[in-house]
């Protein structure tokens, strides 16, 4: 899926590449990749970007870090004791996971306020394909690409080229941004069939969601330009600007549709040609911003890029190669999405043409993905995103063992506030949409309707959230052929399960049938992805104490306490319903998380007990 309006993205993580203009790459403990405490080569790492958002964000989705340090310029004991344990891991992670909750908020902000002026029926429909469009087009043809082979690639340049790779830093910016400009390029010229493509529209309708997407279909450069540089910035260990920076997007589209708003006076129909003009320029100037703002945080970093055109025989040719798997698994997402998108907007525009109260089409799907992904893209992302240099560390080392414990630790950790989260869509979804998609032109029926896909979209975030950090596991491996042939489980009975819900459920029902339809794929590919795996780094080693502290018990004893704890948190929002959506949300929340926090203890749910273990020492301090 992609990422629907705007790019919260999976972002990832680069400290001083050395070779690189600007500070020379040390090993300090405040820039080396989490890692344990031993001597390693430099730590690669790959990785697709969100693969989501209902197209939506993923939207959505959503691009990942990467880091890595020079290794051999440090004397051996020095590097051992300047790697960091798992409080880096962890403190890393918190940094991360801060600026993409503030950029979650805004975006909800964002989301509420193009809902409010569009609503859910054929306008919204138009504006969310246009908007999705620039993401799935970058994902799929560069896009992964480049999260999954850019920083591997420069980490051995800097390893094997005399001048530490700036040259060839320069030589893979130059030759991603020519591609990237060509894409953009043809985007534009195309985008009557690319809309065309996604949807069945026809008239006014197809017209105004063809001008919408020239407009937005720019973004696709900026897009680009934003992972390249915030790659780079990620391995000169600069967290912060690539999470952060997106809140800048969010609040020039919250703007440009306040704008919207006060000049259209709420008026409902289509759009005119200057609202059409004022959404599709504000929208992109959003992304634009974004980009952007990286330049001071680059620039403070000491990187300057110098282009360079001299392309034959520079080594160019094995990044392509290796990104062609990720390129595969991309196309292979987008199929499924791209079912999806034109069943959706199929349904929509029977839905407005049979007078269906609520709207049943692509928006209100886009909506519900977008708001399910958040916990996913808060907790596992950040985490993963700080486990993965050690993850390809270990790798490059041999010592799968290490591998498979920080496969298990993510899984584990990550489960402890994902399957919460579940309970909390599950029991709490008709509050939860309220609270955020309540507004202007959404009614009370569309609230129903999101609020059974989210439902629906619920127990997949457990494996949408396994299935991440499993993948991130292969990649640190450096192989993204198996997960291409992986994710064709998912990929195929997510668009074969989305058609006979197509076919079979009742109009009202039918895309509710395709968010439960991506819940049972995200299972079977969680299923067969860890199978793989497992075997892939061999028997697991401990004793029977760590041998049962598996991911797969902790998800059940999460499993087992979070159903009474839906069941208190249903009961308490119902109680307080009177007050309103945001007191019932609040209410339910407070139940379920006590609940849990019960149950902790005596389900030996050491990744909550610990957690709160923490806390409470801080508090104290």
Same mark, same amino acid.
């Given at each position: ?39 390693? +080569? ?104 480049? /999260? ?51 949807? +069945? ?32 910035? /990620? ?14 997007? /969010? ?106 109260? +609520? ?263």
């Amino acid at each position: 899926m992609g990422d629907p309006g705007g790019r919260l993205h999976q972002h990832g993580a680069v400290q001083g590449l050395p070779g690189l203009p600007g500070p020379p790459v040390t090993p300090h403990a405040d820039t080396r990749p989490p890692g344990p405490a031993r001597e390693t +080569g430099p730590a690669r790492e790959t990785g697709p970007a969100r693969e989501t958002g209902p197209a939506p964000e993923a939207a959505a989705p959503p691009v990942l870090p990467a880091q890595t340090t020079a290794p051999a310029q440090t004397p051996a004991p020095e590097r051992a004791a300047a790697a960091p344990g798992q409080g880096s891991v962890l403190r890393s992670g918190a940094l991360m996971a801060a600026g993409s909750i503030v950029s979650r908020a805004t975006g909800f902000v964002r989301s509420a306020v193009v809902l409010a002026a569009l609503g859910t029926g054929l306008t919204g429909d138009g504006y969310a394909v246009a908007n999705t469009v620039p993401n799935i087009l970058y994902m799929l043809l560069i896009g992964g690409a480049l /999260n999954a082979v850019f920083v591997p690639e420069l980490v051995r340049a800097a390893k094997e080229h005399k001048d530490g790779g700036a040259a060839y830093t320069d030589r893979l910016l130059t030759a991603c941004t020519a591609a990237l400009l060509l894409l953009t390029a043809v985007a534009v010229v195309a985008a009557p069939m690319i809309v065309s493509a996604y949807t +069945g529209y026809t008239g006014a309708q197809a017209s105004t969601t063809v001008a919408l997407a020239r407009f937005c279909l720019p973004q696709i450069l900026f897009y680009g330009l934003f992972t390249l540089l915030g790659q780079v910035l /990620n391995a000169r260990g600069r967290f912060g600007a690539m999470m952060w920076t997106p809140i800048l997007n /969010n609040l020039v589209i919250i703007g440009a549709f306040g704008l919207f708003l006060y000049v259209s006076h709420g008026s409902g129909g289509g759009l005119t040609a200057d609202e059409t003009r004022l959404l599709g320029l504000g929208t992109t100037a959003g992304i634009v911003l974004q980009a952007l703002a990286l330049l001071p945080s680059l620039r403070a970093a000491g990187f300057r890029w110098r282009p360079r055109f001299d392309w034959r025989g520079s080594g160019l040719a094995r990044p392509l190669r290796n990104a062609g798997w990720l390129v595969m698994l991309v196309l292979t997402n987008q199929i499924g999405y791209w079912v999806v998108t034109r069943l959706s907007t199929t349904v929509g525009r029977h839905a407005e043409a049979a007078g269906l109260a +609520g709207g049943a089409g692509y928006t209100a799907y886009s909506n519900a993905y977008q708001l399910w992904i958040v916990p996913q893209g808060i907790v596992t992302v950040s985490l993963v995103t700080a486990l993965t240099p050690r993850m390809s560390s270990a790798a490059t080392d041999g010592d799968l063992g290490a591998v498979r414990r920080d496969v298990s630790y993510a899984l584990r950790s990550s489960a402890a506030l994902v399957v919460p989260a579940t309970a909390v869509f599950a029991a709490l979804a008709p509050w939860v949409m309220g609270a955020v998609f309540e507004y202007g032109r959404t009614t009370a029926a569309d609230i129903e309707v999101m609020a059974g896909m989210l439902m629906a979209f619920a127990p997949g975030l457990i494996a949408f959230s396994g299935q991440y950090v499993l993948s991130r596991g292969f990649y640190a491996l450096s192989d993204t052929r198996t997960p291409f042939f992986l994710n064709l489980v998912i990929a195929g009975l997510w668009a074969a399960l989305s058609v006979a819900a197509y076919l079979v459920l009742p109009l009202r029902w039918a895309v509710t049938g395709m968010a439960g339809a991506y819940s049972l794929a995200l299972f079977a590919g969680l299923a067969v992805t860890a199978y793989t795996l497992s075997r892939r780094l061999g028997p697991r080693a401990g004793g029977r104490t760590e041998r049962r502290a598996t991911a797969v018990h902790t998800h059940l004893r999460l499993l087992l306490a979070c159903l009474p704890a839906g069941a208190a948190g249903h009961a308490a929002a119902r109680a307080v319903d009177r007050f309103g959506d945001f007191a019932a949300v609040g209410a339910g929340t407070a139940a379920i998380a006590s609940v849990v926090v019960l149950l902790a203890r005596p389900l030996r749910l050491t990744e909550i007990t610990d957690l709160l273990d923490s806390l409470r020492r801080k508090i104290g301090r």
